[in-house]
């Protein structure tokens, strides 16, 4: 008799790490580029972006993604920096 081989997955409906995880990243990517689209309505939503690009980078670091974990922080920098300067003049 052929015996069935272990599933692949234990339990088809498990909501494992790695769906949490990317769950979070769509959440993250989508806040970040609806801010970058709607920024030039005001300096809010510069600051939006960069609370988006810290999102984004935290789920690069979490997915193992650690380059793109970089360059979100380095671009939430620049974010905040643009923040600063429209929200003086």
């Known amino acids: 008799m052929i015996q069935a081989t272990k599933r692949r997955y234990p339990n088809p409906t498990c909501f494992t790490r790695l769906v949490a995880v990317t769950l979070y990243g769509v959440f993250a990517v989508t806040f970040m580029m609806t801010m970058y689209a709607l920024e030039r309505r005001g300096p ?11 999102l984004s980078s935290v789920y690069g670091f979490l997915s193992g993604a ?3 974990g ?4 380095i671009w939430a920098g620049v974010a905040v920096r643009r923040y600063r ?4 003049a």
């Open 70 to 73: 970089v360059v979100e922080l």
């Open 44 to 54: 809010i939503y510069v600051l939006g972006f960069a609370i988006g690009c810290v």
């Open 66 to 68: 650690w380059p793109f």
């Open 85 to 88: 300067a429209d929200a003086i």
